[in-house]
């Protein structure tokens, strides 16, 4: 079964940088992505990226900004942040989609990350 474990939240000050990074076990999917959720708000999609790094996709809150890679013999994932927003605070989860769907069916824990001064 897929396991998805990330790490690298924290607390950051606006303007600042994190690096998220989501651990991939059990299996392989084609395109992995990351989404974060605001209490009292919807889980958002962030960022996708595909096995051979040839197709990435970002929301608009989030381009120019930050950057999805993915390493497939380590089997990770990462979410470089810059330029970091309070607005950006969240927790962020990792997430696999069923190949050939638009089914996000697998997902970490998620990690916290804080945007403050």
């Known amino acids: 079964q897929l396991q998805l474990a990330e790490s690298g939240g924290g607390l950051v000050q606006p303007g600042g940088s994190l690096r998220l990074s989501c651990q991939v076990s059990g299996g392989s999917r084609n395109v992995m992505g990351w989404f974060r959720e605001i209490p009292g708000k919807e889980r958002e999609f962030v960022a996708a990226?595909?096995?051979?790094?040839?197709?990435?996709e970002y929301s608009d809150s989030v381009k120019g900004r930050f950057a999805i890679s993915r390493d497939n013999a380590k089997n990770t994932v990462d979410l470089q942040m810059n330029n970091l927003k309070p607005e950006d605070t969240a927790v962020y989860f990792c997430?696999?989609?069923?190949?050939?769907?638009?089914?996000?069916?697998?997902w970490g824990q998620g990690t916290q990350v804080t945007v403050s001064s």
């Open positions: 990226i595909n096995r051979g790094s040839t197709y990435s």
């Open positions: 997430a696999a989609r069923i190949d050939h769907s638009n089914n996000w069916a697998h």
